[in-house]
């Protein structure tokens, strides 16, 4: 068996415009923009914690980076309206 994808759902409160781009450029070429500064994916854990770790060492001591993983249980409790829906389970091939 593969390994488990989780929901991953990253956010990030950063003052500086010129770090903000760069942060936002790098997670939309790894998640899906859901708000401004929230960013959604089905990852596994380790590449998660890779950009976490990644975006880690970039901010400064004043910003802010959040990394929620969302587990089945929560998930099946999770909400949404509008905008991108949250991601589903599941393997898919693109054609």
């Not at 409160?13 to 401004?36: P, T």
């Not at 980076?65 to 389970?89: F, H, N, W």
Request: with cysteine; net charge positive.
């Amino acid at each position: 068996m593969g390994k488990v994808t989780h929901l991953i759902v990253i956010c990030y409160d950063i003052s500086g415009s010129k770090l903000r781009r760069k942060v936002a450029s790098f997670l939309e070429d790894r998640m899906v923009r859901v708000q401004k500064s929230v960013f959604e994916a089905r990852l596994h854990l380790e590449a998660a914690n890779r950009i976490f770790d990644y975006l880690e060492n970039l901010i400064d001591e004043n910003d802010r980076i959040r990394m929620y993983v969302m587990q089945k249980g929560g998930l099946a409790k999770c909400r949404s309206s509008g905008g991108t829906p949250i991601p589903e389970d599941g393997s898919f091939w693109l054609l």
